[in-house]
């Protein structure tokens, strides 16, 4: 459910030339202010990074769907899923499809299933290439990765996108090689966020696992605390809204995607992820619609 104050943002946002909407809720077109917020606040996450040495990998926002299919996300949440389908048919099929589409009625009938799904995060089609190579080396692997995401929850809060981008780091070798990444990110995180002078927090959480099995894997995400969310109130202070995650995925993705450690135990991962759009959004909300006019600190970190 979009709350009033979603909705007010949302049409400020279009007001302002910001964004532009289009037929489907949570898709939008980017003004290139948006996009400038977006690449300017890129940089200073691989200002942060590089030091590191992270391997750079650059997604398009279709993976394999064998990724998708190994990786479990079918398992836990089927309801934000996305597969790319396309017509497969003949002359027959071809003219039965601009019948229906002339009539609009359901042309889709003769689409069929293509090997391309939606990556649901930029981290997951980082796995099998990793995995490919054979076991990690003795410092295990570090990566610096984006992509365009889709996960199908459409809404009015247009800080819930069906489309969106996530910049991620990843880090893949022993339990403790991932808990030490995680914790770095989580100081540098709030670091950075701190630096663009919005109010934050960060708590424990837990991802929308699907159905009544699911509130277990939640509850025990949060009891093992996996999962930590860096929360930036943008249409409401008493819900605030995710903008970074911090996720230990423990063995869970080793094991899927068959990535070991130079000793050849399953290799744990961790994730830090931030949501570009979401932090573009928490920056127009508390700065205002025209950077040119953000405080000047804030200015001084972005642009320089
Ligand atoms: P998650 O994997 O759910 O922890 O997502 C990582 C980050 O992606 C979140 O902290 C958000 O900033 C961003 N994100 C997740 N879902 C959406 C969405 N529907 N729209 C926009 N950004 C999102
Ligand atoms: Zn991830």
Known sequence: ????????FRDELIAHGLLHATDVDGLYAQSGVFEDIIMRFNALVTRSGTPDGPEVLRFPPGMARSTLERSGYLRSFPQLAGTIHAF???????AA????????????????????AFAPA???PSYPIIAKRGPLPADGALLDVQSWCFRHEPSLDPARLQLFRQREHVRIGTPQQVLEFRERWLKRGRAIMESMGVPL?????????????????AANQREQALKFELLVPITSTEKPTACCSFNYHQDHLGH?????????????????????????????????????????????????
């Open 1 to 8: 459910m979009s709350t009033e104050a979603q909705i007010a």
């Open 88 to 94: 497969a048919g003949g002359d027959r099929e071809h």
């Open 97 to 116: 499809l601009i019948a229906e589409l002339d009539r609009g009625g359901d042309w889709t009938g003769g689409q069929k299933m293509t090997g391309i």
């Open 122 to 124: 930029s981290c997951y």
């Open 201 to 217: 927090d960060i708590d424990v959480a837990n991802d929308p696992f699907f159905g009544r099995a699911g509130r277990m894997l």
């Open 256 to 304: 899927a995607f068959g990535l070991h450690t130079a000793d050849g135990a399953v290799a744990h991962t961790a994730c830090v992820g931030f949501g570009l759009e979401r932090i573009a959004l928490a920056l127009l909300r508390h700065h205002g619609f025209d950077p040119k006019v953000w405080p000047e600190a804030v200015r001084r970190a972005l642009w320089g």
